[in-house]
């Protein structure tokens, strides 16, 4: 019996076309809801990015599993190493790499001018963060990077920081957060707070920072949407987000 759904939000819940939530899926969510099923976000963005939607949750994992809460309680905190956070921005400057940091509360971006920046924030629909020189950045508590780079430079820096991994789901961009968060630990830790099996839940995702939390949930669906190499570590691939999929699937699956 399923008592838990996680949602990714970009290419899941929210259509890249749209930037809405389909009506299919508030069905699918009043259904849930019904059935006595507790809904939660499982998201690479922080709760600054996270916009209102017409469906309610129960819990967020956030920032790739380095922030975790359920209403006023956090139940998992885990920043980046301050020291590997700082030589990465020494090397963003150096190199002249466009960086966005996420705090507890904030967000900041080193420049407002670089162009794949700027049709990520087109993409995804939302509004720059307030930008702030990198050697500012300096000394602050950072539960994730935005690191606008190419996947050839991921193994180097991935040698600079052997405390971070690169959960890139974006080819001209990697989220960058500390080696022992994921969905996946996120989730566990939700799914403790309230008591439930992993084989009681279910995961919904489209990008590779997904791959986790697709093994990790006892049923864990792919959008129609997805890379193949995401579809490949899912036990069901859906319909694509603008394709009703959260819907099709629960139906399918006889959860709703």
């Not at 407002?112 to 930008?131: C, G, K, V, W, Y």
């Not at 994730?144 to 780079?149: C, L, P, R, S, T």
């Not at 939700?190 to 008591?195: A, F, N, R």
């Not at 997805?226 to 579809?231: L, Q, T």
Request: with cysteine; hydrophobic share 40%.
């Amino acid at each position: 019996m399923i008592r838990a759904a996680f949602f990714d939000i970009d290419g899941t819940l929210l259509s890249f076309k749209t930037h809405r939530v389909s009506e299919g899926t508030i069905r699918a969510f009043d259904a849930l809801h019904r059935n006595g099923v507790h809904t939660f976000i499982s998201s690479g963005r922080p709760m600054v990015l996270i916009p209102e939607m017409p469906v309610s949750f129960d819990g967020y994992v956030t920032m790739n599993g380095g922030y975790c809460f359920v209403g006023d309680k956090v139940l998992l905190r885990r920043p980046i190493p301050q020291q590997e956070t700082d030589r990465w921005l020494q090397y963003a400057d150096r190199d002249g790499i466009c960086t966005m940091i996420f705090t507890e509360h904030e967000m900041y971006v080193n420049t407002l001018s670089d162009p794949i920046a700027n049709a990520i924030r087109n993409q995804l629909e939302f509004t720059m963060p307030p930008m702030m020189e990198t050697s500012q950045m300096m000394g602050r508590e950072t539960f994730q990077i935005i690191a606008i780079m190419p996947a050839t430079r991921d193994a180097e820096v991935l040698g600079l920081l052997p405390h971070c991994r690169l959960p890139r789901w974006h080819p001209g961009f990697s989220d960058l957060v500390n080696a022992d968060n994921s969905k996946a630990i996120g989730i566990d830790c939700i799914l403790h707070h309230y008591g439930i099996d992993r084989n009681e839940c279910i995961g919904f995702g489209d990008g590779g920072n997904d791959i986790e939390m697709l093994e990790y949930c006892g049923i864990g669906v792919a959008m129609g949407n997805a890379d193949d190499s995401v579809k490949s570590h899912a036990d069901f691939v859906t319909t694509s987000v603008d394709e009703e999929g959260i819907e099709h699937a629960l139906t399918a699956l006889n959860i709703i």
